[in-house]
């Protein structure tokens, strides 16, 4: 799972198994809109993460480090 974070919404993307990449569309740049998105996916722990380590992603750093990690 890819997020590409911006001040007011996240974009979404994710590698399937097969390599397929698709877009899931936007969600609100709010750590409740996080949770709903992870939960929706699948459980945290099988989940890959990585997010654009700009301004915005701040609340990413204290709030998701067990599963998500800074594209660098």
């Known amino acids: 799972m890819g ?17 397929e990449v698709r877009s899931l569309g936007t969600i609100a740049n709010r750590a409740e809109s996080v ?15 990585c997010y654009e380590a700009g301004l915005r992603a701040t609340f990413f750093i204290g709030s998701w480090p067990n599963w998500a990690s800074r594209a660098k």
């Open 3 to 19: 997020l590409d974070v911006h001040a007011e919404t996240i974009a979404v993307a994710i590698a399937e198994p097969d390599g």
């Open 35 to 49: 949770r709903k998105l992870v939960k929706k996916l699948g459980p945290a722990e099988h989940l890959k993460a």
